[in-house]
């Protein structure tokens, strides 16, 4: 727990023992602000004894911690008072905490939302209330309370406070601090900062930050993995279908027929040809294999062009009777460089077509034009 004690020195503090049991119950995810003093416009100046704020979950409570000289007989809901063992009746604590939630409501709407929530809609900001008393125990009646619950067990609150969702929880937003944040409830509040939450705050602002970053590296990597084991698969092919190995029962030998009258033999049927990748396929296979791993780097992604440029002139399958489509290869190349480096001439230092003639007579072939097909070439 991070705990921020008010700044008034001769405010009526929480018990070191209350203090250090919480912190015990709860982790730094929950902020707690105690002796907390609240001016909202238009309502009385509101005492509250603590104001939890998970960070983690976007959930905000307002608790009233009461001891009383007798054990607590019936705890009712607002509109009637509490009954303490012997007959004493005491002023209701739910009444109390109620009204210190309105005002602290309206004080987050004013001061904290519009800057560190600017999203938010202040129409959907929930806070929790409760009422603490060491002196509520088993044999206590709680009556129905419509609003808060009422607690007699630390361990119990504190269960509340870590576990507890919201259907409209008030996270930070991507780019919010939470030292920001905290330091501008402190103020609300006019509580402390101590020097140890602060480094606290400052390193978990760090933690995060090295997180997000050791994530995206780590879905750019499984993003690359993903890309080449697509690009080995669809360049094995497809293969035909294996009827027989998907239904064994059509592998059995049906019984022999009858012998027919001799008819005019019949040509066997020509085997369908199982469907291939298509050319753009291909050609996506080859440069989704050679960009893995390729940074922002112009030398990087001009050596991948090259790579992908030799598997293509290397694959049989990409040679038809028209030869190698440059185009398409530039077509399908140039997504890969665009948001670096605007343009595959840019990359290559030269238009498309001659850089790809110049690869394919460096590796001993002689391209040559195609009547009819100005962007291929034929070097078969």
């Not at 396929?281 to 992604?301: C, E, I, P, W, Y």
């Not at 399958?317 to 290869?329: A, E, K, M, N, R």
């Amino acid at each position: 727990m991070l705990h921020f004690p008010s700044v008034n020195s001769a405010a009526h503090g929480p018990s070191p023992r209350d203090v250090a049991k919480l912190s015990e119950l709860l982790d730094d995810d929950v902020w707690a602000f105690s002796n907390c003093r609240v001016d909202a416009p238009g309502r009385p100046v509101a005492e509250v004894d603590w104001f939890f704020y998970n960070a983690r979950h976007g959930t905000l409570m307002v608790s009233e911690w009461k001891g009383f000289p007798q054990r607590v007989v019936c705890a009712a809901d607002t509109g009637a008072k509490w009954e303490l063992e012997g007959g004493l009746m005491v002023a209701n604590p739910v009444e109390q905490v109620s009204r210190q939630l309105d005002a602290v409501r309206s004080a987050l709407r004013i001061s904290i939302l519009p800057e560190h929530f600017p999203g938010f809609d202040p129409a959907q900001l929930r806070l929790m209330q409760s009422v603490y008393s060491p002196q509520v125990d088993e044999r206590t009646v709680i009556e129905r309370i419509r609003w808060g619950r009422v607690y007699g067990s630390q361990p119990d609150l504190a269960a509340v406070l870590s576990a507890a969702t919201s259907p409209a929880p008030l996270v930070l937003p991507d780019g919010g601090t939470r030292l920001g944040l905290a330091a501008a409830l402190c103020a609300l509040f006019r509580t402390s900062l101590p020097a140890d939450v602060k480094a606290k705050l400052q390193r978990s602002k760090q933690s995060e930050h090295a997180n997000r970053i050791q994530r995206i590296s780590a879905i750019h990597r499984q993003i690359a993995a993903l890309h080449e084991e697509l690009a080995a698969l669809m360049l094995a092919g497809t293969p035909l279908d294996d009827h027989s190995a998907r239904h064994p029962a059509a592998s059995i030998p049906a019984p022999a027929p009858a012998p027919a009258p001799a008819t005019a033999a019949t040509p066997p049927a020509v085997a369908a040809k199982a469907p291939g990748l298509t050319e753009q396929q291909r050609m996506q296979a080859h440069l989704d294999r050679t960009f893995k791993g390729v940074n922002g780097s112009k030398d990087a992604a001009a050596k991948a062009l090259e790579r992908a440029w030799r598997s293509v002139l290397n694959d049989p399958q990409l040679h038809g009777d028209t030869g190698i489509s440059v185009s398409l290869f530039g077509a399908v190349g140039a997504p890969l460089v665009k948001q670096h480096h605007g343009s595959l001439p840019k990359v290559l230092g030269m238009q498309l077509r001659k850089w790809c003639v110049l690869q394919a007579r460096a590796v001993g072939m002689n391209p040559l034009d195609v009547p009819g097909q100005p962007s291929n070439i034929r070097v078969r």
